[in-house]
Nanobody, 128 residues
Framework: HVQLVESGGGSVQSGGSLKLSCVAS????????MGWFRQAPGKEREGIAA???????SYVNSVKGRFTISQDNAKNTLTLQMNSLKSEDTAMYYC???????????????????????WGQGTQVTVS
């Protein structure tokens, strides 16, 4: 059973940076794919960055070169470093684990929200 708690959201000006953290509880954390997702008002939740159990990462095109996902298995912590933030990055950000899902077959699969459960409670990022 995995529980996830995000932190690090806030308000920042365009061009600024934020670092999100997600602390996971559970002994099998390191065997799961982990991902960061976001949902803006009126829009569907989208996968923006994910990392599989081998450390392979995948990013949605809109954040490539600006966001970096990383994982510290010793601390059971997933992070998302967000640089060069834009107003369109404003959203609620969630981390999630794909506990019980089969291995991803593609980068698209790795970023697909449908494969992930459980989810954290979310942290708001506002860029103005």
């Amino acid at each position: 059973h995995v529980q996830l708690v995000e932190s690090g959201g806030g308000s920042v000006q365009s061009g600024g940076s934020l670092k999100l953290s997600c602390v996971a509880s559970g002994s099998r954390y390191h065997t799961y794919c982990m991902g960061w997702f976001r949902q803006a008002p009126g829009k569907e939740r989208e996968g923006i960055a994910a990392i599989d159990s081998d450390g392979r990462t995948s990013y949605v095109n809109s954040v490539k070169g600006r966001f970096t996902i990383s994982q510290d298995n010793a601390k059971n912590t997933l992070t998302l470093q967000m640089n060069s933030l834009k107003s369109e990055d404003t959203a609620m950000y969630y981390c999630a684990a794909d506990a019980g899902a089969p291995p991803p077959i593609s980068d698209y699969d790795l970023l697909a929200p449908v494969r992930y459960n459980p989810w954290g409670q979310g942290t708001q990022v506002t860029v103005s």
